[in-house]
């Protein structure tokens, strides 16, 4: 059973803000949201982390609602450089253990001028 | 700090013929991950170490791979024989086994078996 279920792309414009979304209906208490950023060539880039609410960063924005069966990554005024395959991680690794360590498919954004 | 460092960047090899892909992880983090990536598959988990000590290797596909981590600044992902179907991206990434999800990963080495 996945554990993260997020589009397989979407596309926009310059200058506007993309929301992604992922639903996790089955975090659990300890579990942390993360994401990763992947442009082509390169390994993923973590961008943001979150347990609850909101939290903001020089490059994103993290909602995440009180029941935490979902998160979205909120990216403001994109730039064609924004192009790229953004993935969703949900687990708890305090422990040392194989959880949150499985990427999906991710989200393929498509940026386009 | 010079990031997870991967050797070599591109590698191509006819089948049959060893392969032996390298990663440097980040000075004092004590996690260390190998990932295979292919427009089929995605990201794939194949093993990965705590404290140079593998922990779970059930993502490895056949006993043609192995991985080793002989100490805390190295580890090694070989693959003997080769096959076409080994062709993908092989990434290694690390973290502090302590970090909830931090994981900085490689730029990834391109592996072509003809």
Not at chain 1, 76 to 94: H, I, N, W
Request: aromatic share 10%.
């Amino acid at each position: 059973l996945a554990k993260t279920t997020q589009p397989i792309s979407m596309d926009s414009y310059e200058g506007q803000e993309v929301n992604i979304t992922c639903s996790h209906n089955n975090i659990a208490t300890n579990d942390y949201i993360t994401w990763y950023q992947q442009f082509p060539s390169q390994g993923p880039r973590f961008i943001i982390q979150g347990y609850k609410t909101k939290v903001t960063n020089e490059v994103a924005s993290l909602f995440i609602p009180a029941d935490r069966k979902s998160s979205t990554l909120s990216l403001p005024r994109v730039s064609l450089s924004d192009t790229a395959v953004y993935y969703c991680l949900v687990g708890d690794r305090s422990g040392g253990g194989a959880d949150g360590l499985t990427f999906g498919k991710g989200t393929h954004l498509i940026i386009q001028p | 700090d010079a990031g997870v460092i991967q050797s070599p960047r591109h590698e191509v090899t006819e089948m049959g013929q060893e392969v032996t892909l390298r990663c440097k992880p980040i000075s004092g983090h004590n996690s260390l991950f190998w990932y295979r990536q292919t427009m089929m598959r995605g990201l794939e988990l194949l093993i990965y170490f705590n404290n140079n000590v593998p922990i779970d290797d059930s993502g490895m596909p056949e006993d043609r791979f192995s991985a080793k981590m002989p100490n805390a600044s190295f580890s090694t992902l070989k693959i003997q024989p080769s096959e076409p179907r080994d062709s993908a991206v092989y990434f290694c990434a690390s973290s502090l086994e302590s970090t909830v999800l931090g994981y900085t990963f490689g730029s990834g080495t391109r592996l072509t078996v003809v």
